[in-house]
């Protein structure tokens, strides 16, 4: 079993700065992709950020420019470095772990959630 734990969430004036980080553990896992999601109040959850194994990433176009993700494979942990807030970037935001268990079982797990608030 993997477990994520969030942090960094918060309330943060537009034009400022937030870093997310979410941490994964267990035991006999491999991560293959880490990504950040996001859910504002009545949308739909959207993709934000991935960056897979090997290194390359993927934005939307909402966060692109903005947004920066980044992972340290030795904490099995992801971060997204977000500048230059928008009150319309304010949701709950997800991390998304993907990867294997002994090499060959799928998992998919996501983190609890943490909010993210950009008002003045």
């Known amino acids: 079993q993997v477990q994520l734990v969030e942090s960094g969430g918060g309330l943060v004036q537009p034009g400022g700065s937030l870093r997310l980080s979410c941490a994964a553990s267990?035991?006999?896992?491999?991560?293959?992709?880490m990504a950040w999601y996001r859910q504002a109040p009545g949308k739909e959850r959207e993709r934000a950020a991935v960056i897979t194994s090997g290194g390359p990433t993927y934005y939307a176009d909402s966060v692109k420019g903005r947004f920066t993700i980044s992972r340290d494979n030795a904490k099995n942990t992801v971060y997204l470095q977000m500048n230059s807030l928008k009150p319309e970037d304010t949701a709950v935001y997800y991390c998304n772990v993907q990867g294997y268990f002994n090499g060959y079982r799928y998992f998919e797990v996501w983190g609890q959630g943490t909010l993210v608030t950009v008002s003045s």
């Open positions: 267990g035991s006999s896992f491999s991560i293959n992709a």
